[in-house]
């Protein structure tokens, strides 16, 4: 009986270096290569520019007395200065905080007190939201917040300016201080159940885990990576920035946000080799009126990560988008975020059923989330990876890290999954997402995946509802795709004599979008809260859905 564990075994070795050291590297070798292209301003840096600029930065925060250990936040959307205190922090030491752009002024608040952030880097604002006024109605909140600098406002020039006060030979003395382990970016979780909180990574989490995501991949410095995801979250600033700069390819940021055709035109005129995205944005960009007009030859790879991806859906982004090396990652941001990834190689069928085999120099188990035993291959238990891209804890808050990594340092997910026999793996759902009908565990993945089969329907989530009778019934909320009809009976309908009768959703709602985190994951707990409200949870038996 094989047991439910492997190992990412490679022959290529970690980076024992800072990231700092990395830019540098990158701006020695190949100090022409573009670095860095920003799309809504037609801003554009060589690795050498890219260093210079970061070097300035570095200095402007030395001379404003930030030095190691101390937190930096960045606030803002999706733009050139995003990278450049991405870098510029790193070479001193001091901790980058994440701060999400959809925050309001109670998770503001919340970060900055819990972090403890010195200074504050942000947009001014973005569309409708006032970072500006939101910062100064919590300021007198935040005792450890001395400095406020808004972006492109006169705090920011200031910034810069007083580079001139420390020379460059105090930076590399300071960037000599520095070790690899030494903590460098704290990112907060979705906080799905209770406050957010803040998974504290070091230099060796993120810049290994973006370096082995790009090396299986291919990337080289003729790569040209499209970065529609955000930077505030692993999937940008790690697999994306920190993938590119490690093998000296080009970040290109579209727009400050999501923009399906931005992101098209991106690829388009600056040539990319490789597209990002969660699967809602392909399906964007798919779905967008004139497609088939982006020239998008130049693609040849990409991640795909967030949720799961209908098979439908993959086979357009290979076929459509010419993304045949299109590879799936697996991951949460307290592993740096990846733990398992497709292979560039693997079959469509690998990349839509699974989520791939571990990571290099990653090991995967998948356990009995009550008794803790490795569970026996293709049984369904919780996923728990260790290695190097395990996090250094959640800040400030050891009870709450020892809740999640164990004495042997395996990290728990709370993911319920199954391996194969050549070690890929499947994602199930959610310990907490499953669904547990009369005492008979329903997974809503695997229905979600039947009902992708119809073709009425364009999206799909499913969810459990509490039940006087079961315990809990399942829900599905359906996309509809345009210019089509479907009822709640017809989802039904379609469900029967195909699925096992307690896996037909008891009740159906008709919507036009779910709810979605920033990164673009689906907020099953929100879509739970909403579900009892507009059901209201008094329907009798007989009441068999609603749209």
Known sequence: MSLSYAHGACDIPLLGETIGATLTRAAETHPDGEAL??????????????????????????????????????????????VLVQFATARIGAILVNVNPAYRTHELAFVLNQSGIRTLISAARYRSSDYAGMIESVREQCPALEDVVLLGDRRWAELL?????????????????????????????????????????????????????????????????????????CFGMVM????????????????????????????????????????????????????????????????????NCPIEVMRRVVTEMHMDEVSICYGMTETSPVSTQTRVEDPLERRVATVGRPGPHIEVKIVDPQTGRILPRGETGEFCT???????????????????????????????????????????????????????????REIEEFLYTHPAIADVQVVGVPDPLYGEELCAW??????????????????????????VPRYVLFVEEFPMTVTGKVQKFEMRRVSVERLSLRLSPESAAAS
Request: charged share 20%; aromatic share 8%.
């Open 161 to 233: 300016a007083g580079a001139d006060r420390v020379s460059p030979a105090d930076l590399t003395e300071a960037t000599r201080a520095l070790s690899f382990d030494d903590p460098i970016n704290i990112q907060y979780t979705s906080g799905t159940t209770g406050s957010p909180k803040g998974a504290t990574l070091t230099h060796h989490n993120i810049l290994n885990n973006g370096y082995m995501v790009g090396e299986l991949v291919g990337y080289s410095a003729a790569d040209r990576i499209c970065i529609p995801v955000p930077f505030y979250h």
């Open 37 to 82: 292209v920003e799309c809504a301003t037609g801003r554009r840096y060589s690795y050498r520019a890219l260093e210079r600029e970061v070097d300035t930065l570095a200095r402007g925060l030395l001379a404003a007395g930030i030095t190691a250990g101390d937190r930096v936040g960045i606030w803002a959307p999706n733009c050139a200065e995003w």
């Open 240 to 307: 994306g920035n920190l993938a590119a700069v490690s093998h000296a390819a080009t970040m290109v940021i579209p727009a400050p946000t999501f923009d399906p055709a931005a992101t098209l035109a991106a690829v388009a005129t600056e040539r990319c080799s490789s597209l990002y995205g969660v699967p809602t944005m392909f399906i964007a960009e798919l779905g967008l009126p004139g497609f088939s007009d982006y020239d998008l030859t130049s693609l040849r790879t990409g991640i795909m990560a967030g949720s």
């Open 478 to 503: 359906v996309r509809r795709q345009p210019d089509t009809v479907l009822d709640a009976d017809g989802v039904q309908a379609f469900c029967r004599g195909r699925l096992a009768h307690q896996k």
């Open 386 to 444: 260790r290695g190097y891209s395990v996090m250094t804890g959640y800040w400030e808050e050891p009870a709450k890290t020892a809740e999640v990594i164990d004495a042997a340092g395996w990290m728990h997910t709370g993911d319920l999954a199954t391996m194969d026999d050549e070690g890929y793996c499947a994602i199930v759902g959610r310990i907490k997402d499953m669904v547990i009908r009369g005492g008979e565990n329903l997974y809503p």
